[in-house]
C-alpha cells in the first residue's frame, strides 16, 4: 500500500502562483510513476502532469508552460509549480502514483482545493 497527502493548495488571483507537494509512504519503490489530476465542478477528473521514478515528465496540454512537475533526488515528495494561473484552473487538485504494470494511478491522495479568483 501506499499513501499519499497533498498540500498547498488555496486562494489565488489571476496570474498568481501556487506550489502544491504530495508526499509518498509505505511501498514507495513499487511506483513507476506520479502525477497530479484536478477535478473542477460538475467535471472529470483530468490529468494535468507526471513524472515517472527516472525524471520524465509529462503535461497536459493546457497546462504546458504555466505548471511544473518536479521532484527532488527521492522518489518522493513530488511538487507542482502553478505559474499564471487562469479561472479556469480552479479545481481539487489530487495527487495519484501508478505501479508497475498499471495504466492508471492505483492510489490516490485526499485532494486539495485550488480557487483562482479576484
Known amino acids: 500500500q501506499v499513501q499519499l497527502v497533498e498540500s498547498g493548495g488555496g486562494l489565488v488571483q489571476p496570474g498568481g502562483s501556487l506550489r502544491l507537494s504530495c508526499a509518498a509512504s509505505?511501498?514507495?519503490?513499487?511506483?513507476?510513476?506520479m502525477g497530479w489530476y484536478r477535478q473542477a465542478p460538475g467535471k472529470q477528473r483530468e490529468f494535468v502532469a507526471t513524472i515517472t521514478s527516472g525524471g520524465s515528465t509529462t503535461y497536459a496540454d493546457s497546462v504546458k508552460g504555466r505548471f511544473t512537475i518536479s521532484r527532488d533526488n527521492a522518489r518522493t515528495p513530488i511538487y507542482l509549480q502553478m505559474n499564471s494561473l487562469k479561472p479556469e484552473d480552479t479545481a481539487v487538485y489530487y495527487c495519484?502514483?501508478?505501479?508497475?504494470?498499471?495504466?492508471?494511478?492505483?492510489?490516490w491522495g485526499q485532494g486539495t482545493q485550488v480557487t483562482v479568483s479576484s
Open positions: 495519484g502514483a501508478r505501479r508497475i504494470g498499471a495504466i492508471v494511478p492505483n492510489y
Open positions: 509505505g511501498s514507495i519503490l513499487s511506483i513507476i510513476s
